[in-house]
């Protein structure tokens, strides 16, 4: 499966983000703008951050020229003001081709150690980006076998193919695979969020950033009575998290017990997890977890988008999975689930404790980033 990805990395020469600085190549020269308590994200050597660069790649995640049928972009599938994802159950593609999984968000992608809901093998951003270009089960972009006809559009385009010199002044052909993923991957990682309430309560020592309500929420969140931090930790809310000070990055996925169709713990044949790549039976149902990050906005929940708000989400953890749901108390869960899907009760207070504590993740200031904004709307 995704044959065609090796192939691209081997032909465009790209890294796995663990390659050396090029002669000549620029070193890091960007202002992170890092929220307090915020370390820096990993940085392939291969591709130093640049301010160049990710205005490069903010244009290239806007242009609608990276789809075949010039109908999409990047953004269209990861909209700013929703935390770059889209809002709908399934992504749709832009030959309208609906997908069987839920757009991720991409606040703080830069710290993550997978990047895509059950396929372990994509480590880092630049291999990702080959998937929405060039994909065809399901179609993103469009650009299946195409890559020369892309690359030939952008260097078409003179102000285009002068960003990219500008972005990659050692390249002797700057409009290039590589370059394109480098700079989409540069401008990914600069979409950090650490500026909502949460963040001037923790990190500010604004003690009233809080409602009394999302302080009761986050010490409910933190408990072990719900499990929530064992998934969702750290500065991220995410397991799977990686900093330029983190040795050896994990890639976690779990079985949360959303689906249990024949009381083994199978999940939809259309969708069943990791084991699709893996092949082993304890991989069944498994899928990354989000970060919690501006969850209030990024609904539909779940891999599938099953899930329509946090208190849905909310009452499948609380029931103990999705698929014990209606079950006798205690009924059977999934034997593939997490250990930490347990279930839990909560009263209609604490219940509204946990909800303000998610929405104070939300950080309105990332919603509105110009840096992050389309740079071919006028403001």
């Known amino acids: ?82 935390a770059f994802t889209d809002g709908k159950v399934h992504a749709v593609g832009s030959t309208g081709a609906r997908h069987r999984r839920n757009a991720q968000g991409l606040a703080n992608v830069g710290y993550s150690t997978s990047f895509t809901w059950a396929n372990p093998s994509i480590g880092d951003l630049e291999l990702q980006a080959l998937t929405p270009l060039f994909g065809t089960e399901p179609v993103e972009l469009g650009f299946g076998g195409r890559q020369e006809e892309l690359l030939a559009r952008l260097r078409q385009d003179a102000d285009t193919a002068a960003r990219f010199a500008e972005a990659f002044p050692a390249e002797a052909e700057p409009v290039s695979l590589a370059s394109l993923t480098r700079a989409l991957a540069s401008f990914e990682r600069a979409l950090i969020s650490g500026n909502a309430p949460y963040d001037r309560y923790v990190y500010g020592g604004q003690v009233d950033a809080l409602s009394a309500s999302a302080k009761r929420g986050l010490d409910l969140f933190m408990s072990e009575r719900l499990e929530c931090n064992h998934c969702h930790t750290g500065f991220n809310f995410l397991d799977a998290t990686a900093t330029e000070q983190t040795a050896a990055p994990s890639k976690p996925f779990h079985n949360t017990g959303l689906y249990n169709e024949d009381g083994k713990g199978a999940y939809p044949a259309a969708d069943p997890g990791v084991i699709e790549l893996t092949g082993n039976p304890e991989d069944m149902g498994r899928f990354r977890a989000s970060s919690l990050r501006n969850v209030a906005v990024t609904g539909p929940y779940m891999h599938d988008g099953s899930l329509a708000t946090l208190s849905d989400v909310l009452d499948h953890y609380a029931a103990g999975g999705q698929a014990r749901m209606g079950l006798p108390q205690g009924g059977q869960a999934s034997p593939l689930q997490s250990g930490f899907v347990r279930g839990f009760t909560l009263t209609a207070q604490e219940r509204q404790d946990v909800l303000a504590f998610l929405e104070s993740l939300t950080d309105p200031e990332f919603l509105n980033d110009p840096r992050f904004s389309n740079p071919f709307v006028s403001p």
């Open 1 to 82: 499966m995704k044959r065609w990805a090796g192939m691209l990395v081997v032909a465009a020469g790209l890294g796995t983000g663990c390659g050396e600085e090029k002669p000549g190549q620029a070193p890091e020269s960007y202002d992170w703008q890092l929220p307090t308590g915020f370390p820096k994200p990993r940085v392939p050597a291969d591709n130093p951050m640049t301010a160049a660069k990710v205005e490069l790649g903010r244009r290239l995640f806007y242009d609608t020229r990276l789809s075949l049928n010039g109908t999409q972009s990047c953004a269209t599938c990861h909209e700013q003001a929703l």
